[in-house]
């Protein structure tokens, strides 16, 4: 069986429309399939007509941002009810603050001579969630950068011109809206936070004393390595193990639906629980 359980479309910041990631889906051979954007279930309507449509096993994700020892870090929600009013609470007031954030970056680029921002970020993005990522797609095509990673650093972080702190919702209180859900909460890809692997062990046990259900052991750009080894902490930490290729659709990403190494062996997958599924 192929499982996907991470992917975003443009409404927050993928390329392609819901309909035409479900069908990509398809097409790449998914029988379980997720759509997981940051802060937002609304795409999840328009997938979930053209997965009845051609028949495609739809999971209902969202990806939920959160501090951590303030840090950063993406939690993905899986199977929620995306009508459940303490999520989309949550929800909403990430949104909330990427809208202020969008604002400040923009303010914080007319300061180097980078005018209009706002309103060109806008013409960028196709719904109203404007991320970080629509500024860097922004700056690489008005010739500022030469690509996304470098207008990241030059602008996007720290004490960059573009840089503004993340204010989310602690990782506790992201795990119980997913809960109150009747989501499963997983640990999006482990291994691109910047930190040792001492410091990732912290975060698992500190996430999974919390309630956290599982962690992506196969990711698009996981390695051999990286998979024997967060699959070993996996069981260390007591937590299911999920898969997912965090596709976007950008040009430059290789990362493809559905292209995922095998699953090692685990005690336990996140679908596990899926009765409908098994
Ligand atoms: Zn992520
Ligand atoms: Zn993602």
């Known amino acids: 069986m192929k499982i996907d359980l991470h992917n975003h479309s443009y409404y927050s910041d993928g390329v392609l429309s819901p309909a035409?990631?479900?069908?990509?889906?398809?097409?790449?051979?998914?029988?379980?399939?997720?759509?997981?954007?940051?802060?937002?279930?609304?795409?999840?309507?328009?997938?979930?007509?053209?997965?009845?449509?051609?028949?495609?096993?739809?999971?209902?994700?969202?990806?939920?941002?959160?501090?951590?020892?303030?840090?950063?870090?993406?939690?993905v929600g899986l199977n929620v009810d995306i009508e459940n009013k303490t999520?989309?609470?949550?929800?909403?007031?990430?949104?909330?603050?990427?809208?202020?954030r969008a604002e400040k970056i923009a303010r914080g680029l007319g300061g180097v001579g980078i005018f209009n921002a706002l309103e060109k970020v806008k013409l960028v993005a196709k719904t109203p969630m404007i991320t970080r990522t629509h500024f860097a797609q922004m700056l690489?095509?008005?010739?500022?950068?030469?690509?996304?990673?470098?207008?990241?650093?030059r602008f996007l972080t720290g004490k960059k011109p573009g840089g503004v702190g993340g204010k989310w919702a602690e990782f506790d209180e992201v795990i119980s809206w997913?809960?109150?859900?009747?989501?499963?909460a997983v640990l999006a890809h482990p291994l691109r936070y910047r930190m040792t692997n001492t410091k990732i062990k912290r975060l698992l046990s500190h996430l999974s004393g919390a309630g956290l259900d599982g962690?992506?052991?196969?990711?698009?750009?996981?390695?051999?390595?990286?998979?024997?080894?967060?699959?070993?902490?996996?069981?260390?930490?007591d937590l299911s193990a999920s898969i997912g290729s965090d596709y976007h659709g950008w040009p430059?990403?290789?990362?493809?639906?559905?292209?995922?190494?095998?699953?090692?062996?685990?005690?336990?997958?996140?679908?596990?629980?899926?009765s409908w599924l098994n």
Do not use: Y
């Open 215 to 237: 962690v992506e052991v196969v990711t698009g750009s996981s390695s051999s390595d990286e998979i024997t080894l967060v699959s070993q902490w996996a069981k260390e930490f």
């Open 140 to 153: 690489v095509q008005e010739g500022v950068c030469k690509d996304m990673r470098s207008v990241f650093k």
């Open 178 to 184: 997913i809960h109150a859900a009747g989501g499963k």
């Open 87 to 100: 999520l989309q609470a949550g929800l909403k007031q990430h949104q909330e603050f990427r809208q202020i």
């Open 20 to 75: 035409e990631v479900v069908d990509l889906a398809k097409n790449q051979g998914c029988d379980v399939f997720a759509l997981t954007d940051h802060d937002t279930t609304d795409g999840l309507v328009e997938a979930q007509q053209q997965a009845d449509e051609i028949n495609l096993q739809l999971i209902h994700g969202v990806e939920v941002s959160a501090m951590w020892n303030n840090m950063t870090i993406h939690i």
């Open 252 to 274: 430059n990403q290789r990362v493809q639906i559905g292209h995922l190494q095998d699953m090692p062996n685990v005690n336990k997958t996140i679908w596990s629980d899926w």
